[in-house]
């Protein structure tokens, strides 16, 4: 099925332990994002990538970095995992889908930093 | 700073009821989308709006954007067990970097059988 694919689902890091975040899409869409969801402050944009080549930070960037490797691939990397970084996060890419033109998320990676 | 507000933050009523959530901003966007999220799963968007007045149905969801292109609402009519969720409403700037959406904290709707 067409989507958005991220590895790991669930991950356990001790603070200062560095992980990649890896996703994939097969949609062709152009522009891919990572997205972090906590309670109560809703999803928060840390970098975007509006075409194969160029990243941009988002509005919560620090302590996070990320590749994209090509069209299909945007990795989001944690060089020094903090407890503060304990998170949902969402990969995400923008454009049509089924004749809706919008974002299609990821199904989640659950990070809990100790 | 824009920003999307949701309301209520919480919502839970009986099967067959009717309801509206609100997405409301002081900013113009140049589209609003709203998305349902199911627990342990990634948002699933819905529906976009982009002319302000415009009203869309989805089966027994109303979506419609005001026409000062600030705020949104969407109407449930006859909830059901199946439409228990987080709807996230998400706008568009005006000139804004390519697609990047603000998104709202979220309604939580449960519908109890």
């Known amino acids: 099925n067409a989507g958005v694919t991220q590895t790991p689902k669930f991950q356990v890091l001790k603070t200062g332990q560095s992980m990649t975040l890896q996703c994939a899409q097969d949609m062709n869409h152009n522009s891919m994002y990572w997205y972090r969801q906590d309670p109560g402050m809703g999803l928060r944009l840390i970098y975007y990538s509006a075409s194969e080549g160029t990243t941009d930070k988002g509005e919560v960037p620090n302590g996070y970095n990320v590749s994209r490797l090509n069209k299909r691939e945007f990795s989001l990397r944690l060089e020094s995992a903090a407890p503060s970084q304990t998170s949902v996060y969402f990969c995400?890419?923008?454009?049509?889908?089924?004749?809706?033109?919008?974002?299609?998320f990821g199904s989640g990676t659950r990070l809990t930093v100790v | 700073t824009q920003l999307l507000e949701q309301s209520p933050q919480f919502l839970s009523i009986q099967e067959g009821e009717n309801l509206t959530v609100y997405c409301n901003s002081s900013?113009?966007?140049?589209?609003l989308q709203w998305y349902r999220q199911e627990p342990g799963e990634g948002p699933v968007l819905l529906v976009t709006v982009v002319t302000g007045g415009e009203v869309k149905k989805l089966k027994r969801l109303t979506f419609q954007f005001g026409d000062a292109r600030k705020d949104s609402s969407l109407h449930i009519t006859a909830a059901q067990p199946g439409d228990t969720g987080l709807y996230l409403c998400?706008?568009?700037?005006?000139?804004?970097?390519?697609?990047?959406?603000?998104f709202g904290k979220g309604t939580k709707l449960s519908v109890k059988p």
């Open positions: 995400a890419s923008l454009g049509v889908v089924t004749d809706l033109y919008g974002y299609t």
């Open positions: 998400a706008g568009l700037n005006y000139g804004g970097s390519q697609g990047n959406l603000i």
């Open positions: 900013s113009v966007f140049s589209s």
